[in-house]
C-alpha cells in the first residue's frame, strides 16, 4: 500500500534503522568479513528504503526487507571480488579450490553461525584498537548512535570520536582481524572493554542523550539480551554478573520513569508499584551470584549494588543512603570518575544534607570533563533548592536546560526553573 507521507516514512525508516542497524551490520561483515564495507552496504540499503518507501509502503516486516537487500547487495560485491580475484590468479584458483562462501554464497549466507551482534562487538573490541576506539566503534556499529550521541557519553568533543572510529574500521581491516567469537583468555582480555560497550549501549537507551524521548527501551533490551549472552559465555567472571545485574535492576524501572505523555519522573517520585518484578527478582539474583563469588567487586558489580539498595526499599524515604554513600566510597576508589564522585555528593546529601552535598558539588565545578555536562548543574540547582536559595537554583536548572541536547529533559529543567520564581526564558 503507498503512503503519502513522505516526512512520516522517513521516520518510521529511521525507527527502523536505530533498531535494526546492528543486527544488519552484523550479519553483513560475517558475509563480507570487512566491518568498514559492511556498514557501507548497510547504509546503501537505508538510502534505497528512504527512496522506495514512500512509494511502495513500510513493509510488513521492515528488518527483513533490509536484511535481505542487504544480503543481495553483499552478494553481488563477493562475486565482484571474485571475479577479480580469478582474473588475477585464475590459475592458483583452481589448483586451491574455492572456499565455500564463493562456490555457494546463498548457502554460506544462510548457514546457522551463532550470535552475529555478540560476533560484532567482539571484533570490534579487539586488542588491537585502544580502548577508547574499541567503545566508540562498537557503540556506532551495535547501537547505530551517532558520533555526537558517542562523544556526549564520552564528555569528549565530537571531532574525537569521529577520528576514531575512521581509524578503527581502517585498523580492523588492514590488521585482518579474524572475524570468530574468541574464547578463554582472549575473551577475558578483551571483557572489560566490552563490558563498556555493552553499559554505554544501555545508558543511551535508558537516559537518551538527545531527540524527543527521554528513554530508548529497545537498546536496553539489546544490551541486556548481549550482557545476558556475556554471562552466558563468561561464567566465572563476577563482573559480567554485576553488570547484568546492575542492567536488569535499571530496565525494573523502565515504565515508571516515564509518565502518560512520554514525561520524565525522577526516582524519589516513582510509583514503585509500576517497577517490573521479574527483571529486579533478575537483577537481585545477578547481584548475588557477582557477590557470592568472593572476588573484589569492581565498578559494575558496586553499581549494582547501589541499584540494589532503592530495589530492596518499599519507599523512597526507607532507602539505606548510608549503605549508597559507603558503596560510592568504594566506587570512586575504583574508578576516579568525576560523573561517579557527582553522583556520590547526591547520595552525601541524602544521608546527612543537602549542605554537605553542595560543598561536594561546588568542589567538581572546574572539573574539565564536568565542564558541558548537565547534570552537575542540574544537581546543584538540586541542592539549591532544598537550601531555599531559589534564584540560584534557577539559574542553575536554566544552564542545564541549555546543555542538554534530549528535549524531555530541557523540559524538566525548564519546569523546575520556573518553580524557582523569576521569568526565565520563554
Avoid at 513500510?58 to 552478494?75: C, D, F, Q, S, V
Avoid at 520524565?264 to 529486579?280: A, C, G
Avoid at 544537581?379 to 544552564?399: I, Q, S
Wanted: aromatic content about 4%.
Amino acid at each position: 500500500m503507498s503512503d503519502g507521507g513522505g516526512g512520516a516514512t522517513r521516520k518510521a525508516v529511521e525507527a527502523v534503522w536505530r533498531i535494526e542497524s546492528a543486527r544488519l551490520i552484523g550479519g553483513l561483515v560475517r558475509i563480507v568479513r570487512d566491518v568498514g564495507l559492511a556498514e557501507d552496504l548497510a547504509q546503501e540499503v537505508l538510502v534505497t528504503a528512504i527512496e522506495r518507501w514512500p512509494t511502495t509502503g513500510i513493509p510488513e516486516n521492515p528488518g527483513a526487507w533490509l536484511m535481505a537487500a542487504a544480503k543481495h547487495r553483499a552478494i553481488d560485491q563477493l562475486r565482484r571480488r571474485h571475479m577479480q580475484d580469478r582474473k588475477h590468479d585464475a590459475i592458483e584458483e583452481e589448483s586451491a579450490g574455492l572456499p565455500a562462501a564463493r562456490l555457494d554464497l546463498e548457502a554460506a549466507i544462510d548457514d546457522d553461525v551463532g550470535d552475529d551482534l555478540l560476533r560484532l562487538v567482539l571484533i570490534a573490541c579487539h586488542p588491537v584498537l585502544s580502548t577508547e576506539a574499541r567503545v566508540a566503534l562498537t557503540l556506532r556499529l551495535l547501537g547505530g548512535l551517532t558520533t555526537d550521541e558517542i562523544a556526549r557519553a564520552f564528555l569528549v568533543p565530537e571531532p574525537t570520536i569521529a577520528q576514531r572510529i575512521v581509524r578503527a574500521k581502517r585498523t580492523l581491516t588492514e590488521a585482518r582481524v579474524p572475524f570468530e567469537v574468541p574464547r578463554g583468555a582472549e575473551l577475558s582480555a578483551r571483557l572489560s572493554s566490552v563490558l563498556g560497550v555493552v553499559y554505554l549501549v544501555f545508558n543511551e537507551g535508558y537516559s537518551a542523550t538527545k531527540g524527543e524521548d527521554w528513554t530508548r527501551p529497545a537498546l536496553c533490551e539489546e544490551a541486556l539480551r548481549l550482557g545476558r549472552i556475556l554471562a552466558e559465555l563468561a561464567p566465572q567472571e563476577a563482573e559480567v554478573h554485576g553488570l547484568v545485574a546492575l542492567m536488569e535492576l535499571h530496565a525494573s524501572r523502565l515504565q515508571a520513569r516515564v509518565g502518560p505523555s512520554g514525561e520524565p519522573i525522577l526516582l524519589p517520585d516513582q510509583d514503585r508499584s509500576r517497577w517490573d518484578q521479574l527483571l529486579l527478582h533478575r537483577g537481585l539474583a545477578a547481584l548475588a551470584r557477582a557477590e557470592d563469588m568472593k572476588q573484589p567487586l569492581g565498578p559494575y558489580a558496586l553499581q549494582a549494588a547501589i541499584a540494589g539498595c532503592h530495589a530492596r526499599a518499599r519507599t523512597a524515604a526507607e532507602t539505606d543512603w548510608n549503605r549508597i554513600v559507603a558503596l560510592y566510597d568504594a566506587l570512586v576508589e575504583a574508578t576516579s570518575s568525576p560523573v561517579v564522585e557527582l553522583n556520590r555528593a547526591v547520595a552525601v546529601s541524602m544521608a546527612f544534607g543537602p549542605a554537605a552535598g553542595l560543598e561536594l558539588v561546588d568542589a567538581l565545578r572546574g572539573e574539565p570533563a564536568l565542564e558541558s555536562y548537565h547534570l552537575l548543574p542540574g544537581v546543584r540547582g538540586d541542592l539549591l533548592v532544598k537550601l531555599g536559595r531559589h534564584e540560584e537554583a534557577r539559574r542553575e536548572f536554566e544552564r542545564a536546560a541549555s546543555l542538554t541536547k534530549n528535549a524531555r529533559e530541557r523540559g524538566l529543567l525548564l519546569a523546575r526553573a520556573r518553580g524557582c520564581g523569576g521569568r526565565g526564558p520563554s
